[in-house]
C-alpha cells in the first residue's frame, strides 16, 4: 500500500475507471480553479502511455510534458496535480483507474488540450468527437 500524504498527495474524493481499446487517446483534460484536480492514475490491466502537460500560464514549465509507461505488471501509479493536463493512449486494451482529489467533476471546469501536442507512439489514434474538438495549447483555457 502508499501512503499517499507521504509525497504530499491530497486523500482522494472520487475513483473513475475507463475501459480503451488498443490505440485510443483520450485527453488531454483538466478543470479550472476553483474545481481543480489532482489524478493519482495506475493500470490493473494493460498497458499505457501516460501523461501529464503543465497548463499554467505562468509556469517556466508552461506547456511541456512528462509521461510514463503504467502497465499491470510494471504496477506504477502517475500523479497528475492540479494545473496539468491529463491523457494517455491505450498501448493494449487496457482498465485504467484514477482516484480524483480536491473536486468532482465539474462540466462547466472542465477544460482540454489538443492531444496533438504530444507525440503518441501509436500513429494511428483513435479519438472521441468530444476529444477531436479540444482546441491547441495556444487556443486553451489555461491557469494563470
Excluded at 484536480?37 to 501516460?50: A, L, N, S, T
Excluded at 472542465?110 to 474538438?133: F, T
Aim: charged share 20%.
Amino acid at each position: 500500500s502508499t501512503d499517499f500524504t507521504a509525497f504530499n498527495i491530497p486523500t482522494p474524493i472520487q475513483v473513475n475507471m475507463s475501459y480503451s481499446v488498443k490505440g485510443v487517446v483520450r485527453g488531454l483534460h483538466y478543470q479550472i480553479p476553483p474545481k481543480e484536480q489532482g489524478k493519482i492514475v495506475f493500470v490493473p490491466k494493460g498497458r499505457i502511455i501516460d501523461v501529464a502537460v503543465d497548463v499554467r500560464k505562468s509556469s517556466s514549465t508552461f506547456g511541456k510534458y512528462v509521461s510514463a509507461e503504467l502497465t499491470e505488471e510494471n504496477h506504477h501509479m502517475l500523479w497528475i496535480p492540479p494545473g496539468f493536463a491529463h491523457g494517455f493512449q491505450a498501448l493494449d486494451n487496457s482498465l485504467v483507474v484514477y482516484f480524483v482529489t480536491h473536486n468532482d467533476y465539474s462540466p462547466s471546469h472542465e477544460r482540454c488540450v489538443n492531444y496533438k501536442l504530444i507525440e503518441w507512439p501509436i500513429k494511428e489514434v483513435i479519438m472521441s468527437d468530444k476529444d477531436l474538438q479540444c482546441p491547441p495549447l495556444e487556443k486553451a483555457e489555461v491557469f494563470r
